[in-house]
T-cell receptor, first 112, second 112 residues
Framework: KAGVTQTPRYLIKTRGQQVTLSCSPISGHRSVSWYQQTPGQGLQFLFEYFSETQRNKGNFPGRFSGRQFSNSRSEMNVSTLELGDSALYLC???????????FGQGTRLTVV | SQKIEQNSEALNIQEGKTATLTCNYT??????LQWYRQDPGRGPVFLLL?????KEKRKERLKVTFDTTLKQSLFHITASQPADSATYLC???????????FGSGTRLLVRP
């Protein structure tokens, strides 16, 4: 069974630009969650999608958005990038948010 | 406010000893508590899940306890090995919140 795939693995962007990150969950998993991980803040919850519906959202500004497609693949978008958005962005898929989550390798975003 | 606290100081133990990691939470009534392992530059890997009505769960050398009165979970690794060196994260799911929230993790170092 293929694992969770995140693309791209690494990204360098300039302040003010926007970025789209992609996540392909494990086949059959309908719940996809996104996290931002930084050394100082740990894993911070961004949002969770289930069957194309956002069911919960973390405390991030509106510049952070996401969506989920009918095949459960998910994308997250960050607009007007700031230096502080530099982080490892992790996607996790599960059958349901309460069951074990399988994480991708993450996308390392650097904003310069 | 809601908090999940894990010891931020690294736990340094001798190979063969039992490692015990602590996860304390406040202002939560979690339905599920999970433990993950994370190696540098990689996504977390699921280890164990314990439900609010369970006191203890075991898997090979791993044991988790869940005390909803103390609002605490303990994670034990018996007969620890250098390969167990990693950061260990606890995570909570509250009822129907559709949000898996992580603690900041505790780094474990097992000396040969």
């Amino acid at each position: 069974k293929a694992g969770v795939t995140q693309t791209p693995r690494y990204l360098i962007k300039t302040r003010g630009q926007q970025v789209t990150l992609s996540c392909s969950p494990i086949s059959g998993h309908r719940s996809v969650s996104w996290y931002q991980q930084t050394p100082g803040q740990g894993l911070q919850f961004l949002f969770e999608y289930f069957s194309e519906t956002q069911r919960n959202k973390g405390n991030f500004p509106g510049r952070f958005s996401g969506r989920q497609f009918s095949n459960s693949r998910s994308e997250m978008n960050v607009s007007t990038l700031e230096l502080g958005d530099s982080a490892l962005y992790l996607c996790a898929s599960s059958l349901e948010v309460s069951t074990e989550a399988f994480f991708g390798q993450g996308t390392r975003l650097t904003v310069v | 406010s809601q908090k999940i606290e894990q010891n931020s100081e690294a736990l340094n133990i001798q190979e063969g000893k039992t490692a015990t990691l602590t996860c304390n939470y406040t202002n939560y009534s979690p339905a599920y508590l999970q433990w993950y392992r994370q190696d540098p530059g990689r996504g977390p890997v699921f280890l164990l899940l314990i439900r609010e009505n369970e006191k203890e769960k075991r898997k090979e050398r791993l044991k988790v306890t869940f005390d909803t009165t103390l609002k605490q979970s303990l994670f034990h690794i018996t007969a620890s090995q250098p390969a167990d060196s990693a950061t260990y994260l606890c995570a909570l799911v509250r009822g129907s919140s559709y949000k898996l929230i992580f603690g900041s993790g505790t780094r474990l170092l097992v000396r040969p």
